[in-house]
T-cell receptor, first 118, second 118 residues
């Protein structure tokens, strides 16, 4: 699956429950990202990590949490504090290439996880 | 932070016509501008990118132009085909070197739904 595997593909959650979306990559990429996709709003950055054991908030981090304990894994937890969690979630990774040469900033995306809150 | 505006939100053309999608960005430090294509039910994939030291880049039927002064860049698709139908996203990022490494938090536009009618 292009080196990035997201699971589950579909997830249903009751209000008030936390859920964790899995993202695993075997591309040996340094940086990993979580985006949220809503119709008409493009891809909005939730969290990103450029190195193991370090991560930064994106533009819409409230109600989400992440961890980066291993280079290949970057799970996203959608907490009960997220007011409108129903969305399509995309994980991506990027090689931490030197300089600014070709391919240095190309994102490789996973197939996505669709979360529906009932 | 960076803000990327993309227009139009929907674009409908006849097969063989040209399609143009425009984006503007706000951060003058941005120097890398990729375009991603997302077919229905699939993950986004890079189709072309341009760096700020270049004004235009072509790859077969697609081309991207950049006007740094005006802070806008555009995607041009010529001789459109039904398989070009998809959602197209522009993005902007700054590639900075520090110790030889690249950074780059990509900020995406809202997306354009392109429909090519046979």
């Amino acid at each position: 699956d292009g080196g990035i595997t997201q699971s589950p593909k579909y997830l249903f959650r009751k209000e008030g429950q936390n859920v964790t979306l899995s993202c695993e990559q075997n591309l040996n990429h340094d940086a990993m990202y979580w985006y949220r996709q809503d119709p008409g709003q493009g891809l909005r950055l939730i969290y990103y990590s450029q190195i193991v054991n370090d991560f930064q908030k994106g533009d819409i981090a409230e109600g989400y949490s992440v961890s980066r304990e291993k280079k290949e894994s970057f799970p996203l937890t959608v907490t009960s504090a997220q007011k409108n969690p129903t969305a399509f979630y995309l994980c991506a990774s990027r090689n931490y290439a030197t300089g600014t040469g070709s391919g240095a900033n190309v994102l490789t995306f996973g197939a996505g996880s669709r979360l529906t809150v009932l | 932070g960076e803000n990327v505006e993309q227009h139009p939100s929907t674009l409908s053309v006849q097969e063989g016509d040209s399609a143009v999608i425009k984006c503007t960005y706000s951060d003058s430090a941005s120097n890398y501008f990729p375009w991603y294509k997302q077919e229905l039910g699939k993950r986004p994939q890079l189709i072309i990118d341009i760096r700020s030291n270049v004004g235009e880049k072509k790859d077969q039927r697609i081309a991207v132009t950049l006007n740094k002064t005006a802070k806008h860049f555009s995607l041009h698709i010529t001789e459109t085909q039904p398989e070009d139908s998809a959602v197209y996203f522009c993005a902007a990022s700054s590639l900075r070197g520090a110790g030889g490494t690249s950074y780059g938090k990509l900020t995406f536009g809202q997306g354009t739904i392109l429909t090519v009618h046979p």
